[in-house]
């Protein structure tokens, strides 16, 4: 235990002097636990408000953990009555049943003999509550509002547009690393000067050319105009240009035509930049917001983020829905993060981009 | 007997597709030659690049030089350069409201002192996170996966999530409440909610920041800092001396890279308060959005005006980067 505590808490001149702590540990320390805290707290708070019921979700102060209060059916009351521990004069406590409220004395009864009104000043008694997780904020916005053919658009583009740009990508990566040819370089210009060609300079144009070619309320104008990437082709040729020529000369002796050599030699070999750039393209379409807002009018084609900002957008928000809506939205990129973020990580520290 | 495996399954009709496609490729080599094919291979990037990124922005120039409210070109009526002197003309260039286009004003100084305070506070979170996760700590992978999380999730969820935690009978008024204050209704208050914007994006991305300066502290020579310790060099000056200046060109990057990112912002911004209250939020990629889509009386022209000025903006930034990014690789050769 000693030993464990000490690992932790290991820090600067440990190893050497047994000195105290130094303002910088204390500090570290603080920062640490204070971002654990501020990091993660808001997604575990949507959590555990999203399987709240709506009259939860409304209570100040609000509990941590999904509380209802417990009501019961009293023979002889049309309606199911609240359950209160009310603190008899005697100083014992009762289960009783809320039957109306005068001012500060409550009208109660025994659920298990109603004959009897008990008097209670609302000061004595308070809700008896219990735990329980209102699962129907998830399957109602499936069942009856588009949420499922949200979900399956977003899955679409995603996938879709995923695959389209490794394709693609890896293709331009190929030609600018193995062969020589007039342009290679102004090609490559090209790619890296529209790094700095953001969505929000170009929207209006984009979208006047999506229009013209049919695409405006499409997954497909949603899906075409993100798959260039020049982070991609970008990732994908420095690591084409590790591999030695000579296997590509090898293969060329063996009668292989240059399509078998992407796709039979170079491209296995890559595997592990495609799987960066899979990660990276998977989180990128799944969370495009501006871009689907604009091309997609039609509330059947919307995509779980567009679906999320203008549910939340009008003027009665049913917020039970929506924060269960958003938990579903964030699973995907939860999962990637769990499973996968230590690629993305090395991803980003080596090339700068995201 | 062998069970095929699920990624061998599903590779059937991939490579079913790659057989049928193998013959008629060939003959296109033969035909071409092997430039022909490096062609061949850069073509479809090269297509969809040019029709989604090179034309637009080419025609957004066009576009910025006509009127109406039309959006296909050939309905809309050449006006010159009145887009761009209704978006400068003002009595008083200190006063938004004595502009023709007050919101795209509005926006440009809502935008401007976004990107300051953000960045600065960006940058300096960002270094000290970064510092921290490069001493010796138990668990680091964990730690600094910790402050990147963020990073991942999307700006719907980002917004939907703090909109939830700054409402009235939010986690923040519980907070205060527990220390015997009052609920306030953040999300009105102009004032707040410019800090919100502010820090609800400081949340989201401060992280990425923080590994892009962890790894040029991670670049530092280790050699440096062991003979600054033989010395008895004070952690202070270690820092001053040889942290921070070996850091520099790293941090240069990484403000530039912030700066550019932060001219931009408008998704999170966008859930979680709309612009609101009033204008108080209004950032210019929203002016340009409404302009263009959104209002009733849109004007693609004014909006196409509008977003080349911010790609000017950006395109300034992104040469300073450049420029920074190529002294740093020349001094790494030498």
């Known amino acids: ?354 | 007997m062998t069970t095929p495996s699920l990624s061998s399954l599903l590779m059937v009709p991939v490579n079913a597709v790659m057989r049928i496609i193998e013959a008629p490729l060939r003959r296109l080599q033969k035909a071409t030659g092997i430039g022909g094919m490096a062609a061949f291979f850069l073509a479809p990037n090269m297509l969809i690049f040019g029709i989604f990124v090179l034309l637009p922005l080419v025609i957004n120039f066009v576009y910025s030089m006509t009127g109406g409210t039309a959006f296909f070109l050939s309905e809309r009526d050449f006006i010159g350069g009145a887009q761009y002197s209704r978006l400068f003309e003002c009595q008083n260039y200190l006063d938004p409201m004595s502009c023709q286009e007050d919101a795209f004003w509005t926006a440009v100084g809502n935008t401007f002192w976004f990107v300051v305070l953000q960045v600065s506070l960006m940058i300096l979170t960002a270094l000290i996170t970064a510092l921290i996760l490069n001493r010796e700590l138990a668990a680091r992978s964990f730690w600094r996966a910790v402050f990147f999380f963020p990073v991942l999730l999307s700006p719907v969820v980002v917004g939907l999530i703090w909109k939830w935690i700054l409402q009235r009978q939010g986690l923040l008024n519980f907070g205060l409440y527990q220390f015997g204050m009052d609920p306030y209704t953040w999300l009105t208050d102009r004032n707040w909610t410019f800090a919100a914007t502010i820090g609800v994006s400081l949340w989201a991305h401060m992280g990425f920041y923080a590994l892009i300066i962890l790894a040029g502290l991670q670049a530092i020579p280790k050699d440096l800092y062991e003979a600054a310790e033989m010395d008895g060099t004070k952690p202070a000056r270690v820092f001053w001396r040889i942290t921070l200046p070996l850091l520099a060109p790293n941090l240069l990057v990484v403000v530039v890279l912030a700066l550019i990112k932060s001219v931009q912002v408008f998704d999170e911004i966008y859930v979680l308060t709309g612009g609101g209250p009033g204008t108080s939020t209004l950032f210019l990629t929203q002016y340009i959005y409404e302009t263009g889509f959104a209002s009733a009386l849109r004007n693609p022209g004014l909006a196409a005006a509008a977003s080349i000025l911010m790609g000017g903006v950006l395109v300034v930034l992104t040469l300073i980067q450049l420029g920074i990014g190529r002294r740093g690789e020349s001094k790494g050769k030498r």
């Not at chain 1, 932790?8 to 603080?30: E, M, N, P």
């Not at chain 1, 019921?53 to 049309?78: C, H, K, M, N």
């Not at chain 1, 298990?112 to 209670?120: H, L, R, W």
């Open chain 1, 1 to 354: 235990m000693g030993n464990v505590a000490r690992f932790i808490l290991r820090r600067r001149g440990a190893h050497g002097s047994g000195k105290g702590w130094h303002w910088t540990d204390v500090f570290t320390w603080v920062w640490l636990i204070g971002g654990l805290i501020i990091m993660f707290g808001p997604a575990v708070w949507l959590v555990f408000s999203s399987l709240k019921t709506p009259a939860a979700l409304a209570e100040f102060p609000p509990s941590i953990l999904p509380y209802v209060t417990s009501q019961a059916t009293v023979e002889g009351y049309d309606k199911p009555l609240m359950l209160y521990n009310a603190t008899m004069p005697d100083g014992s406590t009762r289960v009783l049943a809320e039957v109306r409220r005068i001012g500060l004395v409550a009208q109660m009864v025994d659920p298990n003999a109603p004959g009897e009104i008990v008097k209670v000043n609302i000061n004595d008694r308070s809700p008896v509550r219990t735990m329980s997780f209102a699962t129907n904020n998830y399957t109602e916005p499936f069942v009856h509002f588009d949420f499922l053919r949200y979900l399956w658009n977003s899955v679409f583009v995603t996938v879709v547009a995923t695959l389209i740009t490794l394709v693609v990508n890896s293709m331009a990566a190929f030609a600018l690393s193995k062969y020589e040819f007039k342009g290679r370089s102004l090609a490559m210009l090209v790619i890296l000067a529209t790094l700095m060609v953001p969505l929000s300079v170009i929207m209006v144009p984009l979208y006047s050319i999506i229009s013209t070619l049919g695409l405006f309320n499409s997954l497909w104008g949603v899906i075409l105009p993100t798959v260039a990437t020049p982070t991609g082709v970008f990732i994908l040729r420095q690591y084409m240009l590790t591999i030695p020529d000579e296997l590509l000369d090898a293969a060329r002796m063996d009668k292989a035509s240059e399509w078998q050599i992407y796709w039979r030699i170079v491209l296995p070999l890559t595997a592990p930049a495609l799987a960066v750039l899979a990660i990276f393209s998977v989180v990128w379409r799944w969370n495009d917001f501006l871009w689907p807002l604009i091309v997609l009018s039609r509330r059947e084609l919307y995509t779980l983020q567009v679906g999320l900002s203008i549910y939340s957008g009008e003027l009665n928000v049913q917020w039970h829905f929506i924060l269960a809506m958003t938990v579903v939205t964030m699973i995907p990129v939860v999962l990637v993060f769990i499973f996968l973020q230590r690629f993305i990580t090395t991803g980003i520290a080596g090339t700068g981009l995201k």
